[in-house]
């Protein structure tokens, strides 16, 4: 009898309600909404409230994560919160989600590889429980990129948004993930990066009014990247998982930049109808963005069951990801 493999047992997301549309950007910097949907597909993107942090986020998108695998909180042995924007340098924004959540038998830390952030996330949950150490592991993929992001700032301001995806892993009887990798190339560091709040510039005034605490994007650098390391990582998973690429039923990738997942899409030759795009409601929600496009793509019946699903990204480090899995719930 073939062994159990690990899959996903359930999945929620969580979105702010506030939004900011592409019109109303253009009332804060140089920049219109026909220049933003051309170059990027954004059409506008969901904000937290100021007096909220992203564990508010990851409980809510946890809480419905627990519900959809019939579990209890107590059930969870490990929490893995995947975030660039934690609610403080410590505790970890895991730390906080445990507490809230109740999930009083589960160790918890924050893991941190930007955009890439769910995919090395499940591969370390994949991780644990094959080797027997956990059974149900919760992994929180949430960033509220506004709360770090210059708005004044023309080429990153337009970009990202806020939000949530939260999936349990556990054993599965049929299907699971058939094949993970993830990766990172240090060289390109200095592509993506928030260079203040750390232990190499401590917050003081000069580096507030310098704005290095904010985001700082080569947008050029990041864009050549995510084009060869999408369909790279895409292609070397699937090798992994023992398909072809003919054998892929649908892809989610980053929603980063419709260009980026168009150019991904024709390498990948996967039609239109089988590429999920939530690009132009949320913005770029770094590492929400894979959990919260695959919780929307399952709700919409877009992913039956016996679907061999590609899951691709890429981020700041520079880091990627991909993982191929069966789904069957």
Not at 121 to 149: Q, R, T
Not at 247 to 275: C, G, S
Request: proline share 2%; hydrophobic share 40%.
């Amino acid at each position: 009898m073939e062994k159990n493999k690990v899959g996903i047992i359930g999945i929620g997301s969580y979105l702010p309600e506030k939004i900011v549309t592409n019109k109303e950007l253009e009332k804060m910097v140089d920049t219109n909404d026909e220049w933003i949907r051309s170059r990027t597909g954004i059409v506008e993107r969901r904000i937290l409230d100021e007096d909220k942090a992203t564990s508010f986020m990851c409980i809510k998108a946890g809480e419905l994560a627990l519900k959809d695998a019939g579990l209890c909180p107590e059930d969870i042995d490990l929490i893995i919160v995947t975030t660039i924007t934690p609610d403080m340098a410590f505790p970890s924004t895991g730390c906080i989600v445990q507490r809230e959540l109740g999930c009083t038998n589960a160790a918890a830390f924050d893991l941190e590889a930007a955009c890439s952030g769910f995919l090395y996330g499940m591969s370390v949950a994949y991780g644990y429980i094959n080797s027997g150490i956990y059974k149900n592991v919760l992994v929180i993929s949430a960033d509220a990129l506004s709360k770090i992001i210059d708005w004044k700032d023309r080429n990153t301001c337009i970009l990202f948004g806020d939000g949530a995806g939260a999936v349990v892993m556990s054993k599965v009887e049929h299907g699971g993930i058939l094949a993970i990798d993830i990766g990172a190339d240090g060289k390109g560091a200095e592509y993506l990066k928030q260079p203040a709040g750390g232990s190499l510039y401590p917050a003081t005034h000069e580096t507030v009014d310098q704005r290095l605490h904010y985001v700082q994007m080569e947008g050029n650098g990041v864009f050549k990247f995510a084009v060869k390391i999408m369909d790279e990582a895409s292609k070397k998973v699937i090798q992994k998982s023992g398909l072809e690429l003919s054998d892929i039923d649908y892809l989610i990738p980053h929603q980063a930049n419709i260009r980026i997942i168009n150019a991904a899409r024709k390498r990948l030759k996967m039609t239109e109808d089988k590429v999920f795009v939530n690009l132009d409601k949320y913005g770029n929600m770094s590492a929400a963005s894979i959990p919260v496009a695959l919780d929307e793509a399952l709700k919409k019946g877009n992913i039956k069951n016996g679907d061999n699903v590609l899951l691709v990204g890429f981020g700041g480090g520079l880091t990627w990801g991909s993982c191929v899995l069966e789904w069957h719930r």
